[in-house]
């Protein structure tokens, strides 16, 4: 296999059909993501945007289609296997740990990164102690990264809606993910704060991490994937770089309705 | 040494001291109640305060356990040593097979499942009679005895008990200041978030869940070697209630809530005796003042008053020597 090719079969699902009973959520929908590039997925509500991030994770098992990453199966998985291929996920509707502090929750991010067992913690052996050690500086990295941390012992339910997010986001980082999929990141958040996030995500781009993102900020889109792709109606319609899909007229008729 | 353990050591310095400050030896057996229970309190935080899983059926775990090795060293003379530990295979099987279909169930049909599996231990307590004595109990039951040596004194009790609620306390400390603890309060909050980041839900809630039945039956087998008869209505949904409220009460997800709740919950009925008539009358309203005043329990009363204490304190130093006593103001 080529370099090239090798690249464009990085992180790929073909032929994925979902139906809840005889609503059709996903039709043959076709993805191909680049290794460590950002690819946005858009389209009108309904379109089943978060419904393929749901079959990804493992949530929604599909009715036809297979997903691969770097070579290996990861459809069919139940949520918690997936995440053991290095994909993690954020959530449009926060799903924020808020019985822990903000620090806590990036350290729980890190739960695959650490290997020792009952016997570890029950004993308090020297494992424990050097894997917590390790845990504890990766999580602080990875608030730093976000800029969260001075409020890493704060109660997470306290944080303002967009820190949230962003603390999301480094709870998802501290689990060192291949792919990172990011569910409407700058849903609720203000411009500066939209300008702010779309830096952080080139910035995660930059550590070497996939990360495929739903959004329906289109300035946001536009100005920050290497990739986009347009689903309406569970079906892809188009596919390219930002230039080339706002130019579709498959794409225009989706958003403004056929003339 | 942190300062988590160095709070458990001053507790356990406290517990060890008290025997000797006791007017009497009634408070004595009264402390002994309250360290078994402890004990269940400890394990049924770590399911239902920490990782979010209703049981309201864990009297059934403490009743398997005391019945086992009631029945293994009492009626069949099998050493003392050895009933425990079948009593805690037992108990910590059985919660296994309960645990594997019931917690694909969730909130109140978690607990109706629990509840339902605790009624029909209840009831076979009480009809197979051959085996448990039915109704009347299982008498016979010798004391508590290691390598010839018998714990026949309550005092000698007491730190049996004690000594053993705080090495469970210390474990569960352990396990809830690690990455399992995070991982269970992950559960509790979000199952989809936990699952993500690889938390294996199903498997983790299984585990605690034989934890805390684990717990269930220590507390079970000494209180079998300690009374020396167990009885169906010891174990009864009463029972299991009453340790949901001491979890409650005293504070969820907090080690030392429980420890709080099921102490105060073991002594208020007998301050309580005083008032005879009155007494489950105000029993009542003192719970219902405590959730309202307390809703992080007895540990965020605790939190509290320790905060305004350690303020006032500092106060008073700063108010310095040389002044005089400050006005409190």
């Keep these: ?9 990085y992180f790929h699902g073909d032929g994925i059909s979902l139906r809840f009973g005889g609503v059709t959520a996903l039709s043959g929908v076709g993805f191909h993501v680049r290794r460590n590039s950002l690819q946005a997925i858009i389209g009108p509500n309904g379109a089943g945007k978060t419904s393929l991030f749901n079959v990804i994770t493992g949530f929604y098992r599909m009715d036809e289609g297979e997903i691969h990453l770097d070579g290996s199966r990861i459809s069919g ?10 994909i993690v996920r954020t959530f449009q509707n926060l799903e924020i740990f808020t019985n822990m502090t903000v620090l806590e929750n990036v350290l729980t991010g890190s739960h695959l990164l650490a290997g020792y067992g009952p016997l570890d913690f029950f004993l308090r052996t020297r494992r424990f ?7 504890r500086e990766r999580a602080e990295g990875c608030l730093d990264f976000v ?5 890493r012992d704060l109660p997470a339910g306290q944080l303002p809606f967009g820190s949230q997010r962003l603390l999301e986001i480094a709870r998802a980082l501290a689990a060192e993910p291949r792919v990172l999929l990011l569910d409407e990141p700058a849903a609720g958040l203000n411009m500066k704060e939209t300008s702010a996030l779309g830096g952080l995500i080139r910035r995660i781009v930059d550590r070497g991490i996939t990360v495929v993102m739903v959004e329906h900020d289109m300035d946001l889109v536009m100005r920050i994937s290497d990739r986009v792709l347009v689903l309406n109606y569970g079906e892809v319609i188009a596919g390219g770089t930002p230039a080339e899909v706002q130019k579709d007229p498959a794409v225009v008729a989706a958003y403004l309705g056929e003339e | ?10 507790f356990a310095a406290a517990a060890a001291v008290v025997p000797f400050l006791l007017p009497n030896d009634y408070y004595l057996t009264v402390l002994i109640v309250s360290g078994l229970y402890t004990i269940l309190a400890v394990g049924l935080n770590l399911l239902m305060g920490y990782a979010g899983q209703a049981s309201l059926g ?6 398997l356990s005391a019945y086992t090795t009631g029945i293994l060293t009492g009626t069949h003379g099998w050493p003392v040593w050895a009933g425990i530990a079948a009593g805690l295979a037992l108990s910590t099987a059985v919660a296994y097979l309960i645990a594997v279909p019931t917690l694909k169930l969730r909130g109140n049909y978690l607990a109706m499942g629990t509840l339902g599996f605790g009624i029909i231990v209840y009831i076979v307590f009480n009809e197979a009679t051959e085996l448990t004595g039915g109704p009347s109990g299982l008498t016979g039951i010798p004391k508590l005895n290691v390598a ?22 210390l474990l569960a400390q352990n396990l809830v200041r690690s990455r399992m603890g995070r991982a269970l309060r992950a559960i509790h909050t979000s199952e989809t978030a936990a699952s993500v980041l690889g938390v294996d839900t199903q498997r983790y809630k299984i585990f605690v869940f034989v934890l805390s039945a684990f717990y269930a039956a220590v507390g079970g087998a000494l209180y079998a070697h300690y009374v020396t008869f167990v009885s169906p209505s010891t174990f009864s949904f009463g029972t299991s209630v009453l340790l949901v409220t001491m979890v409650v009460l005293g504070g969820m997800a907090s080690l030392w ?8 919950l073991t002594f208020l009925p007998e301050w309580l005796r005083a008032i005879e008539n009155f007494d489950i009358l105000v029993y009542g309203a003192i719970l219902i003042a405590c959730m309202m005043f307390l809703p992080g329990g007895l540990a965020e009363g605790a939190e509290r008053l320790w905060g305004a204490a350690a303020s006032l304190l500092r106060r008073a130093g700063a108010a310095g020597r040389p002044a005089g006593g400050g006005s409190a103001g």
């Excluded at chain 1, 296999?1 to 079969?9: F, I, L, N, R």
């Excluded at chain 1, 998985?77 to 290095?86: Q, T």
């Excluded at chain 2, 010839?148 to 306390?169: N, P, Q, T």
């Design chain 1, 1 to 9: 296999m080529s370099g090239q090719a090798h690249k464009e079969m």
């Design chain 2, 148 to 169: 010839g040596k018998v714990f026949s004194s309550d005092r000698e009790y007491y730190y049996v008990v004690w000594g053993a609620a705080i090495l469970l306390f």
């Design chain 1, 147 to 151: 800029g969260l941390s001075a409020h």
């Design chain 1, 77 to 86: 998985l139940a949520p918690h296997v997936v995440s053991r291929h290095g």
């Design chain 2, 58 to 63: 864990h009297a059934a775990f403490y009743g």
């Design chain 2, 257 to 264: 809530g429980a420890v709080l709740g099921a102490l105060f």
């Design chain 2, 1 to 10: 040494m942190d300062g988590h353990n160095a709070g458990l050591l001053a």
């Design chain 1, 129 to 135: 102690f050097r894997e917590e050690r390790e845990l």
